[in-house]
């Protein structure tokens, strides 16, 4: 499956998109600091997916770390929020696909653990072709 047509990347692109354009309206001394670095997390969460949906073996490596640099950039985003550098209106709309990404990542993990569990478990128990 081509990564753009997931769900969980087109959420964590609307995100980044949506921070962009809010970091924008920030205060020139937070919009350099703060705002690019809340940027490279998400980039970083995007980079993350590509590479979890590129090879079977990697998702479990690649997952795990799309979810760190979330929980990065929701330091970030709770820090524009404590400098005011947001609207309440940017904070519920931010706070949302935050949570969406974040809830898409959480299944997506746990789907891949139960399949990679499921698949060992096949194996164990003999479940293997007979070869003569």
């Known amino acids: 499956m081509n990564y753009e047509n997931l769900p969980v990347y087109k959420a964590a692109y ?3 998109l949506a921070v962009y354009r809010r970091t924008a309206h920030m ?3 937070y919009r350099y600091t703060l705002g690019e670095e809340a940027k490279r997390a998400l980039q970083e969460v995007i980079s993350c997916i590509y ?3 590129l090879r079977d073996e990697g998702k479990l490596v690649y ?3 799309a979810r ?3 929980v990065r950039f929701k330091v970030l985003f709770r820090l524009m929020e404590s400098l005011h550098q947001l ?3 940017d904070v519920v709309v931010l706070g ?3 949570a969406d990404v974040s809830s898409q990542l959480r299944k997506w ?3 891949v653990r139960a399949a990679q569990s499921k698949s060992r478990g096949a194996g164990a128990h003999g479940c293997e072709t007979n070869v003569k």
Do not use: C, H
Request: avoid cysteine; charge should be negative.
């Open 14 to 16: 609307d995100l980044l």
């Open 27 to 29: 205060q020139r001394g």
């Open 51 to 53: 590479l979890a949906n």
């Open 63 to 65: 997952i795990p770390r």
């Open 68 to 70: 760190d640099f979330l």
């Open 87 to 89: 609207s309440e209106r």
């Open 96 to 98: 949302d696909l935050v």
């Open 109 to 111: 993990e746990t789907y």
